[in-house]
């Protein structure tokens, strides 16, 4: 079975500036797909930005990028120029490619709080 | 395009009753997921549908049980309500089962007393 470990379970950033999140992950599979989720106080989960296994190029999206390391099963994200509507919780998930067990699938890590600070 | 909606929004029961939650998805989307989400489990998957046949199952009892309609909304129920069935039932819907991005709505709060 796959998991997902975020080890910050809170983070803080000053507006404008740079955040790393970090996640790492534990699967036997070579073809998956990563993403990084924000969910706000609202409650609706927001897909920030996806990678996919096969592709050895790090995905960005605008201020968010991230530091797909397949071999180290790392998968950091990076937010720069921090604004104050960042501030939510951030979850890493993993899916299996592998179909069956993998339909709808999304593994989750407990997620980091990112505080934003004026 | 309207997103996943949906409902109830909040709703409290007591132990021993039983809910239901609906979803429905992004119009054109044929697979719905269910997940819980609480304080201690963080998300975890409970089972996806897929024109109307569950593909997947996550790891919880027999009293969570879901269903998708010829439309492909999507409703969950859950029996014989415990206190630790509290959570926030999140559905994410997406074009297919494989496909690799899932849409979610806001979530359905449920507090047992």
């Known amino acids: 079975a796959q998991t997902v470990t975020q080890s910050q379970p809170e983070m803080s950033v000053q507006e404008a500036e740079t955040v790393t999140l970090s996640c790492t992950y534990d699967?036997?599979?070579?073809?998956?797909?990563l993403f990084w989720y924000k969910q706000p106080p609202s409650r609706q989960m927001i897909l920030v930005i996806r990678?996919?296994?096969?592709?050895?190029q790090n995905a960005t999206e605008n201020r968010f990028s991230v530091n797909f390391q397949k071999a180290a099963k790392s998968f950091s994200l990076k937010i720069s120029d921090s604004q104050l509507g960042d501030a939510a919780m951030y979850f890493c998930?993993?899916?299996?490619?592998?179909?069956?067990?993998?339909?709808?699938?999304?593994?989750f890590g407990q997620g980091t709080i990112l505080t934003v600070h004026p | 395009k309207a997103g996943v909606t949906q409902t109830p929004r909040y709703l409290i029961k007591t132990r021993g009753q039983q809910v239901t939650l609906s979803c429905s998805p992004i119009?054109?989307?044929?697979?719905v997921s269910w997940y819980q989400q609480t304080p201690g489990q963080g998300l975890q998957f409970l089972f996806e549908?897929?024109?109307?046949?569950?593909?997947n199952k996550g790891n919880f009892p027999g009293r969570f049980s879901g269903r998708q309609f010829s439309n492909s909304r999507s409703e969950m129920n859950v029996s014989t309500l415990e206190l630790g069935d509290s959570a926030l039932y999140l559905c994410?819907?997406?074009?297919?089962?494989?496909?690799?991005?899932?849409?979610f709505g806001a979530g359905s709060r449920l507090t047992v007393l």
């Open positions: 994410a819907s997406s074009t297919a089962s494989g496909a690799n991005v899932l849409t």
């Open positions: 699967t036997s599979e070579s073809d998956y797909y």
């Open positions: 990678q996919e296994a096969y592709k050895q």
């Open positions: 998930a993993y899916r299996s490619r592998a179909g069956g067990t993998s339909y709808g699938k999304l593994t």
């Open positions: 119009s054109g989307h044929r697979s």
């Open positions: 549908y897929f024109s109307e046949t569950q593909r």
